[in-house]
């Protein structure tokens, strides 16, 4: 059986539908999976142990043409379901080409409505609901298998850590007893916790001097935001850019990774390492799966539509320093 799976973007989102790869796999044996991605993001599913081709389509270049030569070699492959864990017209239009039989949530549990007309099957949940939850409900769904929420709990770590990458990092490194990666930044800037904030946060956990906080940033901007946090205390240190591999690797070196709602943290969670996520304007229940080790905090909000979220609300800034020390403490000393 031949299954191709459609999550084209974004760096979080991908790394959050990764998760069900395992379950499927888990399901049948014989099954064979083909991952299509943009090409921006393939370094993350590269050499994956559990999809067997991967597809990378220059759709962030706007190379069309490109892309649907791509599309119509790889409909030969006669694929017997086309999943759409992305529910976008252009992902929904991707599983079409590939497939007939393709599937998708229905127009009442799609950001963009227009996308279920080119689904074959339809499958409803609520937009509101979890997103691992509707990812993993969706594969059931396509395959008629049961599939339990409480499951999630006991996946396996998503992405292998290349050894070689692992002790590179480890020499480059100057490590501590404990040592913590902290991400500074996001998508969105009201996604963002602020930069006083973090200084303030990070001067509570440098008093302990057997640890050790370790800045990864995206851009130009987050880089600046790194090099002032790291001015406020020696065992604070700016890391160069990571590529996603090392990024994999990083993230299975620490003890606990901090930060936004962004690809990073949704990393941690995917890794089985410690995290804390910091949520503003955004549904921390919908985007994050807590568990024992990987713990959420957030304004207080209560957002009703994670259909339309106001990128103008910055309550993220409302979130005290000391309630994510709280929880640092709580990962890192029990």
């Given amino acids: 059986m031949k299954i191709a799976i459609i999550r084209l973007s974004a760096l979080g989102d ?14 049948k044996k014989d099954i064979e999976l083909h991952w299509f991605v943009d090409e921006k993001f393939k370094d993350i599913l590269e050499n994956h142990p559990l999809i067997d ?12 043409y490109k892309t649907l030569k791509i599309l119509f070699k790889a409909r030969k492959n006669r694929y017997d379901f086309a999943l759409d864990l992305q529910g976008l ?19 009442f549990s799609l950001k963009e409505s227009f996308a279920s007309i080119f689904y074959h099957q339809k499958f409803a949940m609520s937009y509101n609901e979890n997103v691992f939850v509707r990812y993993l409900s969706l594969s059931a769904f396509m395959l008629n298998a049961e599939f339990e929420p409480k499951d999630i709990y006991f996946k396996q770590a998503v992405f292998n ?16 007893e404990k040592n913590i990666l902290l991400h500074v930044g996001s998508s969105e800037k009201n ?17 302990d001097e057997t640890l050790k906080i370790f800045l990864c940033w995206g851009n130009d901007f987050e880089k600046e935001m790194a090099k002032e946090i790291a001015k406020t205390h020696q065992n604070i240190e700016v890391l160069r850019k ?14 606990l990774i901090i930060g936004n709602d962004s690809g990073p943290t949704h990393l941690a969670f995917a890794m089985n ?32 539509n994670a259909k339309h979220i106001n990128k103008k ?9 000391r309630d994510i020390f709280a929880l640092v403490k709580e990962l890192l000393y029990v």
């Fill in 313 to 321: 609300d910055f309550c993220i800034t409302q979130i005290n320093e």
């Fill in 273 to 304: 390492k410690a995290s804390i996520t910091i949520f503003g304007a955004t549904p921390s229940k919908r985007n994050s799966f807590e568990t024992s080790i990987n713990k959420t905090i957030d304004a207080g909000k209560k957002i009703t």
């Fill in 191 to 207: 996604k963002i916790y602020p930069k006083e904030k973090l200084i303030k946060l990070c001067s509570l956990i440098t008093q």
């Fill in 161 to 176: 850590v290349d050894k070689n990458i692992t002790q590179s990092l480890f020499e480059e490194l100057e490590w501590k």
């Fill in 14 to 27: 991908i790394i959050q539908s990764a998760v069900i790869l395992q379950f499927i796999k888990g399901l």
């Fill in 89 to 107: 017209i252009k992902s929904a239009l991707t599983s079409r080409i590939l497939s007939p039989n393709n599937f998708g949530f229905d127009k």
């Fill in 242 to 255: 990571m590529s996603l591999k090392e990024l994999i690797a990083l993230t299975k070196m620490m003890d």
């Fill in 53 to 64: 081709r991967l597809y990378a389509l220059p759709l962030k270049d706007k190379k069309i």
